[in-house]
Nanobody
Framework: QVQLLESGGGLVQAGGSLRLSCAAS????????MGWYRQAAGKQRELVAT???????NYADSVKGRFTISTDNAKKTTYLQMNSLKPEDTAVYYC??????????????WGQGTQVTVSS
């Protein structure tokens, strides 16, 4: 079993910053990809940013230049630094981690979600 613990959401004014964290724990052999997705009210869940084990990143066009994803591999933790936040960034943000469990089965785990609200 793989568990994800998210933290760092909250309420911020437009133009402000927040940093989200997501720590993975459990029976993990290795992690291949860590990422963040978000779901605004009434909309589908969408990709925000991902990072591979080798450090290759991918960002949604809407957050390029404002958000930065990073990892601490030793801590099995990913971070999402969000700067220049806009009201349209308001959503529940979900962490996603994919990899291999001890015993060599794959896993694809989701965090519980953390609310980010940006006021205008």
């Amino acid at each position: 079993q793989v568990q994800l613990l998210e933290s760092g959401g909250g309420l911020v004014q437009a133009g402000g910053s927040l940093r989200l964290s997501c720590a993975a724990s459990g029976s993990i052999f290795n992690i291949n990809t860590m990422g963040w997705y978000r779901q605004a009210a009434g909309k589908q869940r969408e990709l925000v940013a991902t990072i591979t084990r080798g450090g290759v990143t991918n960002y949604a066009d809407s957050v390029k230049g404002r958000f930065t994803i990073s990892t601490d591999n030793a801590k099995k933790t990913t971070y999402l630094q969000m700067n220049s936040l806009k009201p349209e960034d308001t959503a529940v943000y979900y962490c996603n981690v994919q990899g291999i469990k001890q015993g060599y089965g794959p896993f694809n785990s989701w965090g519980q979600g953390t609310q980010v609200t940006v006021s205008s």
